[in-house]
């Protein structure tokens, strides 16, 4: 079935340490890739996107995100995490010729000790 | 240049009672967006206007649920004869059309009682 996997629920992570939050997709061609951050009671911000070309992708405060096709993954990471990126994180495709409509990944919350 | 905003913030209803949420996109955004995030279903597409094509109504869970988009503009989704199970944060989002980056409202979030 076409889906969206994030496996990791939950990550705790020290402030500092480097950061990667997996994603792996599961479609028949590449799709349109995002990752989003939702702080408590906050909307949705979009992180970075793939669309093609260079296979790793910047984003807004740090972070990255590299498309691997053979893996059917597109990984976020950041090398020294903050206390402020505690939050919830969402993988997310659009499917190329299906519509603009987003599927999420069911989302990895991010914990950072001090 | 303000984002998308959505009201109410938060509504309580009583199980039955019909609701109105609404979205008012990004200026010169073509295309909005309506999801649903719920503990049990996670993040769920709704519906997407396009412009003055038909809607993508495919993700509404019911026909309880409809939405509408007036001018092109401001849009309002509504809930009939609301169940507990529709509680949930209904978000909004806008793009400037197709494939183009989506900019989310805060959400309205949903009690049924």
């Known amino acids: 079935a076409q889906s969206v996997t994030q496996p990791d629920i939950h990550i705790t992570v020290s402030e500092g340490a480097s950061l990667e939050l997996r994603c792996n997709y599961s479609?028949?061609?590449?799709?349109?890739l995002f990752w989003y951050v939702q702080s408590p009671g906050q909307g949705l911000q979009l992180l970075l996107k793939?669309?093609?070309?260079?296979?790793l992708v910047q984003g807004i405060k740090g972070f990255e995100a590299e498309f691997k096709r053979s893996q059917s993954s597109f990984n976020l990471r950041k090398p020294s995490v903050h206390w402020s990126d505690a939050a919830e994180y969402f993988c997310?495709?659009?499917?190329?010729?299906?519509?603009?409509?987003?599927?999420f990944g069911t989302g990895t919350q991010l914990k950072v000790e001090l | 240049g303000a984002g998308v905003s959505q009201s109410p913030s938060n509504k309580v209803t009583e199980k039955g009672k019909d609701v109105e949420l609404r979205c008012d996109p990004i200026?010169?955004?073509?295309?909005l967006y309506w999801y649903r995030q719920s503990l049990g279903q996670g993040l769920e597409f709704l519906i997407y206007?396009?412009?003055?094509?038909?809607?993508?109504k495919s993700g509404l869970p019911s026909d309880r649920f409809s939405a509408e988009r007036t001018g092109g503009s401001v849009s309002t989704l509504t809930i009939q004869r609301t169940q507990q199970e529709d509680s949930a944060v209904y978000l909004c989002?806008?793009?400037?059309?197709?494939?183009?980056?989506?900019?989310f409202g805060p959400g309205t979030r949903l009690l049924v009682l």
């Open positions: 989002a806008s793009s400037f059309g197709g494939k183009e980056t989506q900019y």
């Open positions: 479609y028949g061609a590449t799709p349109y």
């Open positions: 793939y669309f093609s070309g260079d296979t």
């Open positions: 997310a495709v659009v499917l190329t010729g299906g519509g603009n409509k987003l599927t």
């Open positions: 200026s010169g955004h073509t295309a």
């Open positions: 206007f396009q412009g003055n094509s038909a809607p993508d």
